[in-house]
């Protein structure tokens, strides 16, 4: 099938508890799927070590956030363990409309905002394999102290409880095989009828005006 440029792109939203390894899951999707535009957030965290501004994250002030909400420039926002987290509605806007998958990495508070004003999104919430994996590996990070830790776990269960709203549920046990699952989904989803109705009416619109010149008299047969 001819490959061509969509008129609108997929909206991606990819949700799982801190810790579950989102991250490196999101770099190796990237790697393979180089088209997908990744949404960078908007976070009053402090960065963690390694992470870059613009990168992993735009590191913003508390009134720099709050200013952003007044002006609604975030297609949604939350406050995740003490620090406020929202993404951009102008950025992901203008990827769309080029034709650009977006991938967003947002808690489930944000899911369900972005569900609410986009439906035609794609929701995908990464699982681990047990809430003992997950703590294992908060601790194996070594970026939060025990108490951060136990509030993270705590938020960490009450999204498991919620990834029943999602439309696509992957288990992380091995990094590439989340992925490979990950790439499936967004191959079954670019392949829906409403992403290709525009095929569908290309074809038949060449079909309309093959027909139409077959049956057009020629100028030999013309009187
Ligand atoms: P972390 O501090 O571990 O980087 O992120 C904490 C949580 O915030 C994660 O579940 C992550 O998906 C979520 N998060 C990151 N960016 C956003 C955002 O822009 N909006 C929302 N709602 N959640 C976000």
Redesign the pocket.
Known sequence: MTACKKQKGDLIVL?G??GVG?STVIRELLLIRKDIHFSV???T?APRTGEQDGVNYNFVSPAEFQRMVDAEELL???E?VG?N???SWKVIRDHLDQGDDVLL???V??AIKVRERCPDAVSIFVLPPSLEELARRLRARGTDDEEVIAQRLERAKEECRSCNIYDYLVVNSEVSHTVQEILSILHVYSMRTARRMPLAERIFQAETEAALTASAPSEETKP
């Open positions: 949700s508890p801190s989102k957030s908007y976070t965290r949604e926002h939350a995740y620090h987290y929202g993404t990495d947002i808690d508070q944000g």
